[in-house]
């Protein structure tokens, strides 16, 4: 789904500029979609990725920070790499791998290309998503593919790769969830950091009408108000961030066209919370609306 954005003739000419001109994996340039809270985030994502630099998407769970990534990726017409960051990230899953294979009938070792060298060699975007979940010494492996030399040695090659023009970082962030760590400083100094909020109001009615089968206004005005009565309750510690989630609420908008709008709520977000408490909480409310 693509958005008119209308963005400053400036910002538009960045787009042309330094839009991918290789036919190169082209099934990576993602779906756009995202509905900015306000048009300057997206401008400042897009200077900044123009100039080089490495941004890093920090918010709440399910404010649409992946799908922000997404829509930069469309507007470049850049194909996006990713890598999901866990405990268990290692440098085979950042850089690649060695595998025995076959050349003519004889038996060598072939070097696959993970995404950090892919997007390198291809001068594409690079995706790393909770990037505070991966280990603190995994990560500064790429240190010198974040900062201003744009290179790394390959560990199972000995090669120096050296960044194509167009390669750019996007990162996002979870902060205080389970399993995650802070940020050193070093590694968030390679970063320009946007704050990414939950969307509300009519930026959210706007969502819903584009991205769901919904489209009984009555209902819709609905659920904004359930959302704003969560994201509330989240910022009250009411509940966890995962009740306020903007993904969650879509889901439920979609699947309230065919079964009743309360149980559409369960389904998709108060089956989702751990605490019987919170889920109560969320069914109040949507007992109040619906």
Request: some cysteine.
């Amino acid at each position: 789904m693509n958005i008119n954005y209308d963005l400053p003739e400036n910002i538009q000419h960045l787009l042309t500029e330094n839009k991918n001109q290789t036919n190169t994996f082209k099934e990576l340039i993602r779906q756009g979609g995202y509905m900015p809270p306000n048009i300057d985030l997206l401008i400042d994502a897009i200077t900044a990725l123009s100039m080089g630099k490495n941004i890093l998407l920090k918010g709440p769970t399910g404010a649409g920070k992946t799908k922000f990534a997404e829509t930069l990726s469309n507007l470049f017409k850049q194909p996006m790499f990713s890598v999901n960051c866990s405990v268990d990230l290692d440098a085979e899953s950042l850089l690649g791998f060695k595998t025995l294979t076959y050349q003519q009938e004889k038996q060598i070792i072939e070097f696959i290309p993970g995404p950090v060298i892919n997007a390198m060699t291809t001068g594409t975007f690079l995706y790393i998503d909770e990037v505070n979940m991966a280990k603190p010494e995994t990560l500064p492996l790429i240190n010198g593919v974040l900062d201003y030399r744009r290179t790394i040695t390959n560990p199972f090659t000995n090669e120096v790769v050296t960044a194509k023009e167009g390669f750019g970082v996007i990162a996002a962030i979870n902060e205080g969830y389970i399993g995650t760590v802070p940020l050193n400083e070093a590694l968030k100094n390679r970063f320009i950091v946007l704050e990414i909020p939950y969307i509300e109001g009519e930026q959210l009615k706007k969502l819903i009408h584009s991205s769901t089968k919904l489209t009984n206004d009555a209902t819709i005005d609905l659920f904004v108000r359930l959302s704003s009565d969560l994201i509330q309750a989240v910022s009250q510690g009411k509940l966890s961030e995962d009740a306020a989630s903007i993904r969650a609420l879509l889901d439920a908008c979609d699947l309230s066209v065919v079964i009743p709008p309360k149980r559409a709520i369960i389904r998709a977000i108060v089956d989702k919370l751990d605490e019987d408490r919170e889920k109560e909480f969320v069914k109040n409310l949507a007992d109040t609306l619906f």
